[in-house]
């Protein structure tokens, strides 16, 4: 090996190692916050397709009727 592609290999190491203690430093709040985050757009994606449902719904039985 020589002192390139040692160089190179230890850059990637200490680019790994940045990245994981990156995500571990995240607090208790802020793992909350991006969780309430998360659920409100799933609730938000839930209700959207639950009213375009009821719409489809609706024009159906209006076409039929």
Do not use: P, Q, W
């Not at 990156?22 to 009213?51: F, M, P, W, Y």
């Amino acid at each position: 090996m020589n002192k390139e592609e040692l160089d190179k290999i230890s850059e990637d190491i200490e680019n790994n190692t940045n990245e994981t203690e990156a995500t571990k430093n995240l607090c208790v709040h802020d793992l909350r916050r991006k969780l309430k985050e998360k659920l409100k757009k799933e609730a938000i994606n839930k209700v959207v397709i639950l009213s375009t449902l009821i719409f489809f719904i609706g024009f159906l039985s209006l076409l039929v009727y």
